[in-house]
Nanobody
Framework: QVQLVESGGGLVQAGDSLRLSCAAS????????MGWFRQAPGKEREFVAS????????YYADSVKGRFTISRDNAKNTVYLQMNSRNSEDTPVYYC?????????????????WGQGTQVTVSS
């Protein structure tokens, strides 16, 4: 079992930067893929970014490419999502996810473990 706990959400001004954290426990994540997803009310959960723990390869949704950065800290067993130049579309709940499958995936169904989510609200 892997437990994931997100933190760092909150109310910020449009254009401000924010960093989300996802602390993992229960397993060593060296063979895992990690992902960040987001979900707005009434909408499907959508892929934001993914990182392969071993090697650190990263992947991004087109909507956040160049603005968001996913990274990991091996010593802290933590994944981060640095969000810059955010806009009102970046408002929903953000979820951290993990899975032991190979490669990366944009599909929520490809991740077995999920955090509880953290709300990000962007005010204009």
């Amino acid at each position: 079992q892997v437990q994931l706990v997100e933190s760092g959400g909150g109310l910020v001004q449009a254009g401000d930067s924010l960093r989300l954290s996802c602390a993992a426990s229960g397993r060593t994540l060296s063979s895992y893929r990690m992902g960040w997803f987001r979900q707005a009310p009434g909408k499907e959960r959508e892929f934001v970014a993914s990182i392969i723990w071993s090697g650190g390869s990263t992947y991004y949704a087109d909507s956040v490419k160049g603005r968001f950065t996913i990274s990991r800290d091996n010593a802290k067993n933590t994944v981060y999502l640095q969000m810059n130049s955010r806009n009102s579309e970046d408002t929903p709940v953000y979820y951290c996810a993990a899975d032991r499958g190979p490669g990366y995936s944009r599909r929520p169904a490809a991740y077995a473990y999920w955090g509880q989510g953290t709300q990000v609200t962007v005010s204009s």
